[in-house]
Each structure stands twice: as C-alpha cells, then as structure tokens.
C-alpha cells in the first residue's frame, strides 16, 4: 500500500501531492503532509492534522513538508510522530522517497530545479493540474511564499507539453496549468515566451484536450497572446480568477501589489469584452493592516462594480518576517466581520450570475456520478447520473443560488 499523502493549500500542492504519491509508492506506513503557509489557520490545520495522526495511528511514519515546513522545519520535527521533514525541493526528488532515505530534517535549501515528475494520476479527480512555473520574483508585503518556494522558474515548454499529453492519453478532459505566480511564465527560459504562448502552443500540439484553464492570474501581468486566446480560443475555459487582494488603491500600494483598481476594471472589461459571459473570481484580504472603515468601504464598493461571481476571501493573516506583519493591525474580530461582508457580496453576484444560465445548455465535466463544473467553473449537481471524468451536454433546469441544476442534454 502506498503512502498516504494530505494536502493544504493551493493547486500547486496539490500537483506536488500527486508527485509524491507517485514517488513514495513503496513508502508503506507513512502519512504525509503537505503544508501551507499563505495563514495561520491553514498552519494551525496541518498541526491538528499531524498530533491526530500520532494519536491515531501510533507507529506510522509522519513526513511533512510544503512552505510551512520549508520556512520553519524545526518547530514541524518537534511535532509528535514526525519522522521526517522535507523541503520544497526534496520532496520531488525520487531518492528522497527511497527505502531507508533521510534523516529527521532534511537539508532545507531554495528549489533550482524546475523539470516536474512526470504525474498521470490525479487520486480522486477528474481535471489534472499541470505545474508550469514555480516561484515568486515580487514581494508583496503580505506574502511568505517567495521565502517557501524561491525565486522564479520556469517550466520549458517541451517539458509541459509532455505532461499535458501524457495526461490527456491517460483520459483527463480539463489540464489546470498552475504555479506560484503563473503569469510570471517564461523569462528565465529561451527566447522569453509568455504564458499565453505556452498556452497556445499546448493547444497546439495536444489538439486531443478538450479543456484548459488558467490557475489565479495576477491582472497587470497577462500577455496579448493570452487575451487573443481569452477572445478566440474555444478550449481555453471563459473562466479568469484574479489575484486581485484588495479594492483601494492605497490598501494595494501598501501591499506592494502591481495593480491598481483602474488596472484591474479595465482586465475585467476587456475580458468580457472578449468573451461575454465570461466568469470572472477574484482572491482578496479583509482587514489588511492600516485598513480603515472608508479604505475597506472602497473594496467593498469596487466587489459589488466588478459583479465578481466567484471570490475566494480571507482575513488577514500575519506572517512573521513579512513588512506587513510590523504594520499596525486591524482587530481580528473586525477582519472577520470585513471578510463575512466581501463574501456576502460575492454570494450575491454568484447567484445573479447563475440565474443566468437557467434554461442554457452547457458542457459539463463530471467529476462524481451526479456533479461537476461548467465550463464557467460553476458548480453543477445533475439529477441523473453520470459516468464520472466525462465532458456531457447537459441542460441547467435550475439554480440554488450557490450551484447550478442539470440534466443530460
């Protein structure tokens, strides 16, 4: 039986954990876990996770390893039932996962390797992700990441469109093209090609994949070859989910973002624009510090203008060491409430934008018997079922208000 693998965090990890279940085939007894460090919760679940897993499971094996681990291993080893700590870079590494392989902290260093394993397997789901960049080159004042994941790396080209291949002749209808800062693509590699003509070129040369979508994007970085494919390409999914973060723009100059508010409209209208009906997301943080009532009042306000269906929203989360950490708080009972509220307004555009689609007929990847995702990334629950990892015809009959409801067309 081969290890079991938990995932926190983002698409990213969860292509590292497909990586890693592949590698550590012949790791029986061992659980690991992949951590997160973009918050505080999501460190405080890993450790939960990790102290159940010693009481529950006596005698097997704990490897942990992700940013959280890759910051900080120490305090991860002195966990109970931790065996082994492995950094970013050495959990990829096939003779990290050899029988008898490691001491109790492995040598924490900065990835330099960029090349991915290659992974046809994806444990229970129906779209595959497919890693293209690693790393981070900004500082945003509120991030840790860049200290977790290193500086930016590109995936050649080549070397994606193998994996896309590969995954498509192993049946996956949707790739998911990840990383850490995804349209940073390309120029560390030759000839700097962007990301929207590595996206081009996948299309290209795997004219077998029914669907590509793009990970979180930040909007002052997306190229003209991707906004021709946002407005031409069929396959590329009329799905956009920015790294917006914030609303006002002295909240956005403070985290050092790339992006103004002005930026980030005119990436939402251009985008419809280009493919109406477009679904747009967003990720954005409540309660950043220095963040008054009239600042929070400006990314409210700017939520309810962009109409943006799909928010993912989180309140601020201190990361020690980072320039954001030493910034006069905002109460975290008031971050909680600011966060209640954005989301409140992303509920409200989400069951606008999915009244919408009744009565429409749209393509559906299933990824149970009875539920999946539109093309829009719209959560979809048929009445009937369905062979699960299929692209269906399906008519929308209904809407909850958070998802949609389907028959087979």
């Not at 046809?120 to 945003?140: K, N, S």
């Not at 029914?210 to 069929?234: F, N, T, V």
């Not at 692209?391 to 929308?396: D, E, N």
Request: with cysteine; net charge neutral.
């Amino acid at each position: 039986m081969t290890a079991e693998v938990l995932t926190f965090g983002c698409r990213l990890n969860a292509y590292e954990s497909e990586v890693m279940r592949s590698l550590a085939a012949d790791a029986t007894d061992t659980v690991v876990v992949n951590t997160c460090a973009v918050t505080a919760e999501a460190e405080r679940q890993a450790k939960q996770t990790i102290r159940r897993l010693a009481r529950e499971k006596p005698g097997t094996a704990i490897v942990v390893t992700g940013c959280a681990a890759q910051i900080d291993p120490a305090s991860w080893a002195a966990l109970p039932g931790v065996t082994r700590v492995l950094g970013n870079e050495d959990k990829l590494k096939p003779e990290s996962w050899a029988v008898g392989a490691g001491s109790a902290v492995s040598d924490i260093m900065a990835a330099k390797e960029t090349a991915p394993h290659m992974v046809t397997e994806f444990a229970g789901r129906a779209r595959a992700f497919v890693q293209v960049q690693q790393g981070c080159d900004h500082r945003c004042t509120f991030c840790i990441i860049p200290f977790g994941r290193g500086p930016n790396r590109s995936v050649p080209i080549g070397v994606a469109v193998s994996q896309v291949r590969a995954l498509v002749e192993a049946g996956f209808q949707e790739i998911v093209l990840t990383g850490v800062d995804i349209a940073s693509y390309g120029p560390d590699l030759p000839g700097s090609p962007s990301l929207g003509q590595l996206a081009r070129r996948l299309l290209a040369l795997v004219p077998d994949l029914p669907r590509l979508r793009l990970s979180s994007i930040d909007p002052a970085a997306i190229d003209e070859d991707l906004w021709r494919l946002i407005g031409e390409e069929p396959r590329l999914m009329p799905h956009l989910h920015l790294s917006l973060q914030a609303g006002s723009d002295l909240i956005l100059k403070r985290m050092k973002r790339r992006h103004l508010t002005a930026d980030a409209f005119a990436a939402i209208e251009r985008a419809r624009s280009l493919r109406p009906g477009i679904a747009i997301g967003a990720d954005l943080i409540a309660g950043f510090p220095t963040e008054t009532d009239a600042l929070f009042q400006e990314t409210l306000d700017f939520v309810e203008a962009a109409d943006m269906p799909f928010l993912h929203v989180f309140p601020y989360s201190e990361r020690p060491g980072t320039p954001a950490a030493r910034m006069p708080a905002v109460a975290k009972p008031l971050r909680r409430e600011r966060a209640a509220r954005l989301r409140e307004a992303g509920a409200r555009a989400a069951e606008r934008f999915l009244a919408g689609h009744v009565g429409r007929h749209i393509a559906l990847l299933t990824e149970s018997d009875d539920a999946g995702h539109s093309e829009h990334f719209a959560p979809v629950r048929l009445v009937a079922a369905a062979e699960p990892g299929r692209v269906i015809a399906a008519r929308v009959t209904g809407s909850t208000g958070s998802m949609l409801l389907a028959e087979a067309a």
